[in-house]
């Protein structure tokens, strides 16, 4: 990427915008989940204790690097988690699926990918994974819930490792992404 975002400022717009938005206990029907996160070691741990807190218990994760953005990427990969997760709803009982992506990410960089378009694909796999449940009929009685979650990883303290090095995820609206679309992230001061 020849040019890096400020994350922070764009993640400040995204907030003021109400596309990103605060996830909320009360979002979930129930506490169990199919978890789709990338597999980045560095912040798995942050986003499964994020979801385990939220649920109550652990969520079921289905991981690869790039997570989410596999399903928009690799129509193989596509069919891998959605098999593995029709397979993990029914045998955990589950009915909702968490999708997760997250910038900066080794998935992303190798696709030239800035935060806005990491976040349309993180809506565009949510959107597919809730299509194949919704259409299916063994998911018509209980149907399957999708949520789509980016997550922020501040790079200022990423080369600062003395200071605690601030992560955020959030909940991508959909329906306000869907209305307003996103803004450019490279109109938001870069720094080199």
């Known amino acids: 990427m020849p040019q890096r975002v400020n994350i922070r400022e764009y993640v400040e717009k995204l907030k003021g915008e109400g596309i990103l938005q605060k996830i909320s206990q009360a979002d979930f029907n129930e506490p169990r989940a199919i978890f789709i996160p990338c597999a980045d070691m560095d912040r798995y741990d942050d986003w499964y204790s994020h979801m385990k807190f939220l649920f109550g218990r652990p969520p079921h994760p289905l991981s690869q690097n790039g997570g989410a953005l596999q399903i928009t990427l690799n129509p193989l990969r596509k069919m891998i988690f959605i098999e593995d997760a029709e397979d993990a709803l029914i045998a955990k009982k589950a009915n909702q699926i968490v999708v997760l992506s997250h910038w900066p990410c080794l998935i992303a960089g190798k ?37 789509a979650h980016f997550h922020a990883d501040y790079e200022d303290a990423l080369i600062q490792p003395e200071i605690d090095r601030p992560m955020e995820t959030y909940s991508i609206n959909e329906q306000t992404f869907l209305k307003q679309g996103l803004p450019d992230p490279l109109n938001q001061m870069s720094y080199a």
Request: hydrophobic share 45%; charged share 20%.
């Open 111 to 147: 696709h030239n990918m800035f935060p806005d378009e990491v976040i349309r694909r993180t809506v565009n796999a949510a959107a597919l994974v809730r299509g194949y449940f919704n259409s299916h009929q063994k998911f018509q009685m209980n149907p399957i819930r999708v949520f």
